[in-house]
């Protein structure tokens, strides 16, 4: 079945450096990447998507990028700041038993030092 | 708008119990409904799709006599997790697909924790 790799599984940057996780997935078919911010013991929250359409997407500091052949995806977060602490998923879209369905990452515990 | 709620929040059960977890979209309509269920510091798991009006679809190695699914309307989803263990603890996390939106957006609730003793 599909299989959606992430890395790192934890990372610490300083404020108002960049922050990057990666993400692969396994479905060739796949044709919908979303990354969620979860804080603990919240709901995920999505934050950005792209659709397999697109190269690149920006919104504010928060981009991605996905590149189809290789099948990988990443999220990149610029100028961080405290409050963008928390656990990040990604996520891979797959049709499976006739509906679509969301597999997620493993999750990057993301911590941005003052 | 696209809000998604969860009751209870928080349970806590003895183990042999049977417990009723309640998804309601508030301000649309889910053709399609996911509950997922997450231990602590690991990802989400699918547990289940379900459809309003027809059977829900399990995932591979999730008891479908032991978590029963209904979803009787376009904004309520239950998960009842029968005959509960221990082992059952988790944040259980359900998801709602908007029947006018985009294919693929899922919003979530905010989440049951369910702790058996």
């Known amino acids: 079945g599909e299989n959606v790799e992430q890395h790192p599984s934890t990372l610490s940057v300083q404020e108002g450096d960049s922050a990057v996780i990666k993400c692969t997935y396994s479905?060739?078919?796949?044709?919908?990447f979303p990354w969620y911010k979860q804080e603990l013991g919240k709901r995920p929250q999505l934050i950005i998507d792209?659709?397999?359409?697109?190269g690149e997407k920006k919104d504010q500091r928060i981009a991605v990028t996905l590149n189809k052949t290789a099948k990988h995806f990443s999220l990149h977060i610029t100028e961080t700041q405290p409050e963008d602490s928390a656990v990040y998923f990604c996520?891979?879209?797959?049709?499976?038993?006739?509906?679509?369905?969301?597999?997620f990452g493993q999750g990057t515990r993301l911590t941005i030092n003052p | 708008g696209a809000v998604v709620s969860q009751h209870p929040s928080r349970v806590i059960c003895k183990s042999g119990t049977s417990v009723k977890i309640e998804c309601r979209s508030l301000?649309?309509?889910?053709?399609?409904m996911f509950w997922y269920r997450q231990f602590p510091k690991q990802s989400l798991m699918l547990m289940a799709t379900?459809?309003?009006?027809?059977?829900?679809?399990?995932e591979q190695g999730v008891e479908k006599d032991k978590f029963l699914i209904n979803h009787a309307s376009l904004t309520l989803s239950t998960l009842t997790v029968t005959s509960a263990h221990p082992e059952d603890s988790s944040f259980y996390i359900c998801?709602?697909?908007?029947?006018?939106?985009?294919?693929?957006?899922?919003?979530f609730g905010p989440g049951t924790r369910l702790t058996v003793t």
């Open positions: 998801s709602a697909r908007d029947l006018q939106g985009a294919a693929y957006e899922q919003y």
């Open positions: 479905d060739s078919a796949s044709n919908y």
């Open positions: 792209i659709r397999s359409n697109v």
């Open positions: 996520a891979a879209s797959i049709r499976n038993q006739g509906a679509q369905k969301l597999v």
């Open positions: 301000d649309f309509q889910a053709t399609t």
């Open positions: 379900s459809n309003e009006g027809s059977k829900a679809t399990y």
